[in-house]
């Protein structure tokens, strides 16, 4: 995926905001941050074994997955988002996510803060 020539391209497995993330090799992460879209934080990746554990954000996560699918838990229910899914997770809720396939899921996230 290119990014703009604005924004920071960090390595997964450099980014606090995914922690042990990549433990296998068929998982991919690319989280950069936007500086032309108001520093907009955005993630494409592939998660094959890796779990979120329970966590919130700030601001908004709003996402697509792309291929497989992912479970997660969110407002004291089970979910299961397969490709073509549109996610939404609401400021300061709690959430965790895991892939809901041996093959994993590959998504792309954007964490737009409540202001923008």
Known sequence: MDTPSTSIVV???DHGHIPGALDDQREQAIYWRATDLGNL???RATFVKHAFARHAHEGYALGVIERGAETFR???ASHRAPAGSVVLIN???AHTGQAAEASGWSYAMFYPEAEL
């Open 74 to 76: 969110y407002r004291g």
């Open 91 to 93: 400021p300061g809720e």
């Open 41 to 43: 934080d955005l993630l």
């Open 11 to 13: 390595a997964a497995r």
